[in-house]
């Protein structure tokens, strides 16, 4: 077993409506709709889980149906939960809606019962971070939580998804004290202020601003990873694609694994991909295919 590794971030209900055809503006789409337990940061934590790897979650599920449905879906992967109350709040919410070709087309988010995770709730549950290999943050939490981990926990390897491009920017005063930054085209240029799909002037100005690692993801355009003044661009093989949701989470989970793994730039970048893979290619958000021994073959499918 590897790990431990703690995950500190967003924990919600996933409301998932998938269309039959082409998608009508301002109209009933026919289709059907999927529930499910997601956030970036528990998404993160179970796939850890399913591939082995000792898993803690600190986050804030609210109160009712919803936050019993999200402790429930972290005891039966495995992934302990560290709740942190936000009385009178539901369970967080993400509402999206994919398009025909399973990617998304309009999301909203209500994630009001994360303002609990204050500095002073993670110095409640200290015990989780003081012994973890890595710790693994989103940007579902404020600046000043992002900030108060490497402050207090700055000996641990920490490694940082940007989630949004709204909420990407809440990275920036933390860049140097990151392992790895893992963000997207559009969330890079939000968080550097560059143009959108300028991905070597984002990746030049990230590692100017003190990022150690960057791996930026583009869908079918593969993924460049960046330290100092290394540049590798992995291309995985075309996926099936039935949701997309989910599958960035995958792919970040698949960063933590190789890290822990010890795994090159190569096998690294491969991993993630054929993690991101196997999210793509179910309608939930975390995969009941994702495993350890599943990530690995198509990872070596890969790389020969």
């Known amino acids: 077993?590897?790990?431990p590794v703690t995950v500190i971030g967003g924990a919600n209900?996933?409301?998932?409506?998938?269309?039959e055809r082409s998608l009508v503006p301002r109209d009933s789409n026919p289709g059907h709709v999927r529930t499910s337990p997601g956030g970036v940061g528990r998404n993160i934590a179970e796939n850890l889980?399913?591939?082995?790897?000792?898993?803690?979650?600190?986050?804030?599920?609210?109160?009712?149906?919803?936050?019993d449905e999200i402790a429930a879906s972290c005891s039966d992967a495995g992934v302990e939960l560290f709740p942190v109350?936000?009385?009178?709040?539901?369970?967080?919410?993400y509402l999206a809606i994919m398009d025909e070709r399973g990617d998304l087309a309009l999301a909203i988010s209500d994630m009001r019962a994360l303002e609990a995770l204050t500095?002073?709730?993670?110095?409640?549950h200290a015990a989780a971070l003081d012994d973890a290999a890595l710790v693994v943050l989103d940007t579902n939490l404020s600046e000043e939580t992002i900030a108060h981990v490497p402050e207090r926990w700055g000996d641990r390897r920490i490694m940082l998804d940007t989630v949004s491009v709204a909420k990407a920017p809440r990275a920036r005063g933390v860049l140097g004290t990151l392992h790895t930054l893992k963000t997207n085209e559009i969330e890079a240029a939000s968080l550097t202020g560059t143009a959108p799909g300028a991905v070597e002037t984002a990746v030049d100005a990230l590692i100017a601003a003190g990022a150690s690692r960057v791996v930026i993801t583009g869908g079918v355009a593969g993924a460049l990873f960046a330290s100092g003044a290394e540049r590798v661009r992995f291309v995985p093989p075309?996926?099936?694609?039935?949701?997309?949701?989910?599958?960035?989470?995958?792919y970040m989970a698949g960063l933590v694994y190789a890290e822990l793994a010890g795994f090159d730039t190569a096998h690294a970048a491969a991993f993630a991909s054929a993690m991101a893979a196997l999210a793509l290619?179910?309608?939930?958000?975390v995969s009941d295919r994702i495993a350890e021994d599943a990530a690995l073959e198509i990872m070596e499918g890969m790389l020969s």
Request: aromatic letters at 2%; glycine letters at 14%; proline letters at 11%.
């Open 13 to 19: 209900v996933d409301i998932l409506g998938f269309t």
């Open 85 to 93: 109350p936000s009385p009178g709040l539901a369970a967080p919410r």
């Open 238 to 250: 075309p996926a099936t694609v039935v949701n997309a949701t989910g599958a960035g989470d995958a």
């Open 1 to 3: 077993m590897r790990g």
């Open 281 to 285: 290619r179910s309608e939930r958000t």
């Open 119 to 124: 500095p002073e709730a993670l110095d409640a």
């Open 49 to 67: 889980a399913r591939l082995g790897v000792v898993t803690r979650l600190i986050a804030a599920p609210g109160e009712g149906p919803g936050a």
